[in-house]
């Protein structure tokens, strides 16, 4: 039966939702695919759940195709697995956890390694069960700090989470590389324009690990690519072109009075105008910044933490937490309890705490930094003579024209993405913590190695609403949309009759078909109504139907021409 708007619980709204922040929100609302149940918490509406288990089934299909399998896991999980491979507490508050009336403790499963491992623990035991390949499409649970941009970032989403499992290194690469070719072929079945980026692992674990970008001003991702080659990053993982080390001879460190220069930008503008060791040509980036930091580790005591970054470069907080997973951090504020920093005036000489420092602090590099004492400044502080960092950290901000890190000759671009699925090559840090071994070919025991591979399908549908509007409304791909055809029935003179006996004859042939039969609305509101709606083709019962002839149009195209209603299944069809 051809689906009849007449009767589905469907409302468009003409107004702007005052909750939407990004455009696909904006039209997700408008056009009646979901409802907003709670914060982070989405309703799908019938439209909205057909979009929904079209892009499902190109991902199922999809993983089928490189022989993966399909499970099914409760969304409400025990403590203890999350405990032995110690995500209950790296996860930290971003865990939905609750308490049986037993006092049991359970979480709400952001990702299931831990159950797919012991799964694969429980049933395998012999190198004749390898390799293997498990997908679930299964709701997963984030407590956001502030879920925003609707589907971008909920609290509760769907997504398809696949594990690999393998006996060798050699092995988990090649289910890796399948993964990859599989997730190129869902995305452009989807209609997604998008890149693969190195990035980091985070609390998932792991080795190598990539992500699948798509393109939108507003993602929540920052990744680079570069003018001269195929260097592609998320900006978490971009590491820094290590300068050659400086072996120049320095003068000695001088302290220096600058009283009144808290600021980069004011000791910079003090130093030239003093002409601070006889020069008059500092910049920021001659200038080390020091920045202290509360680290806060999952289930141990906090720890304080200095940064030093090139004067030119603000710490990038993502950057800074991706380094130190799963800690998070915060900036320290409590200098009455450590009143040997001077806020405004730290140097790394002499510090007591943990200090790392940027890449660019190379063995020889002089510096100007702060002497430790309120209004004072010291110049040639030379790294590994003055003072030697307890290692380096990716923490300063990537910047357009940066050099690339791969060919050294290009400059990186930036641009904003939405994080449609993460890949990573997770060796052996499961099945170490669950001790899993299965019998080799050999008679002696070999633990699996694995892989997860992560798609979050509802965000896709998100991000194909981004990816594919106008001021109009959505343009949904024909794979992913609701209907493969739009009939209106214009309202006039038999014209909703005649609309749904096409929509009748263009179900028979095998379209599936929503039909605008709806009574009591005029035909400039249905047409509005479908360019919201968004189903590329679209046939209009209308003005010239007492001539045989319906409108058929192009809704991405914008293309319009009439024929004879008798020929539109026909036409459609082929």
């Known amino acids: 039966m051809a689906m009849r708007m007449s009767t589905m619980l469907l409302r468009t709204l003409r107004e702007e939702p005052a909750e939407a922040e990004v455009p696909s929100h904006r039209l997700l609302l408008r056009a009646g695919y979901i409802r907003r149940a709670a914060p982070g918490g989405y309703t799908w509406l019938p439209l909205g759940k057909l979009v929904l288990d079209r892009v499902t089934q190109i991902v199922r299909e999809e993983m089928a195709a490189i022989g993966g399998q399909e499970v099914g896991f409760p969304a409400l999980l025990p403590r203890e697995p999350y405990d032995i491979s110690g995500r209950w507490t790296e996860y930290g508050d971003d865990l939905f956890t609750l308490k049986d009336r037993r006092g049991s403790d359970y979480l709400l499963a952001p990702t299931h390694e831990e159950m797919f491992a012991l799964l694969v623990q429980d049933m395998t035991s012999s190198y004749r069960d390898y390799p293997l390949i498990l997908f679930q499409v299964q709701t997963k649970f984030r407590d956001e700090t502030r879920p925003r941009a609707g589907l971008l970032r909920g609290r509760e989403f769907l997504m398809k989470d696949a594990y690999s499992f393998d006996l060798t290194d050699e092995g988990l690469a090649e289910a890796y590389a399948k993964h990859r070719v599989a997730y190129r072929k869902i995305f452009e079945r989807l209609g997604l324009e998008h890149t693969i980026v190195a990035a980091m692992s985070g609390a998932m674990g792991g080795s190598a690990s990539e992500e699948f970008l798509a393109a939108a001003e507003v993602g929540e991702d920052t990744f680079v690519g570069c003018t001269n080659c195929d260097y592609a990053a998320n900006t978490e993982a971009v590491v820094t072109p290590v300068p050659a080390g400086d072996d120049r001879e320095h003068g000695p460190l001088t302290v220096h009075d600058t009283p009144g220069t808290p600021t980069i930008a004011s000791l910079v503008d003090l130093a ?303």
């Open 272 to 574: 030239n105008a003093r002409a601070l060791d006889g020069r008059t040509d500092w910049t920021a980036a001659d200038t080390l910044k020091n920045v202290v930091v509360t680290v806060h580790h999952p289930g141990k005591d906090d720890q304080v933490l200095a940064i030093g970054v090139p004067g030119d470069r603000e710490i990038d907080m993502k950057r800074l937490e991706a380094a130190l997973s799963p800690a998070t951090v915060t900036m320290f504020d409590d200098f009455a309890s450590r009143p040997e920093l001077v806020r405004g005036y730290i140097g790394p000489q002499g510090l007591t705490l943990r200090y790392l420092a940027d890449p660019r602090v190379v063995p020889g590099s002089a510096w100007l930094t702060g002497a430790n004492e309120a209004g004072r400044h010291a110049t040639s502080v030379v790294a590994g003579r003055d003072f030697t960092p307890d290692g380096t950290i990716e923490a300063a901000e990537v910047r357009a024209g940066d050099t690339c890190p791969q060919c050294r000759e290009g400059e990186v671009t930036i641009r904003r993405g939405i994080e449609l699925a993460h890949i990573f090559q997770l060796g052996r840090k499961y099945t170490d913590a669950f001790k899993i071994d299965v019998l080799g070919a050999d008679g002696k025991p070999v633990r699996p190695t694995m892989g997860s591979y992560g798609i979050g399908v509802s965000r896709a549908v998100a991000a194909i609403a981004e990816q594919h509007r106008d001021d109009r409304g959505i343009l949904w791909p024909d794979e992913v949309a609701p209907a493969d055809v739009h009939v209106i029935g214009a309202g006039k003179d038999g014209q909703i009759e005649a609309a749904l006996r096409l929509a009748a004859e263009l179900e028979a042939a095998g379209l599936r078909v929503l039909v605008d039969d709806r009574p009591q609305l005029s035909a400039g509101v249905k047409f509005t109504d479908a360019e919201l709606i968004g189903i590329r083709r679209a046939v209009v019962v209308g003005r010239r139907l007492s001539e045989g002839y319906a409108e058929i149009r192009d809704r991405r195209t914008g293309e319009r021409h009439d024929m004879l209603i008798t020929e539109v299944a026909e036409a459609l069809v082929g």
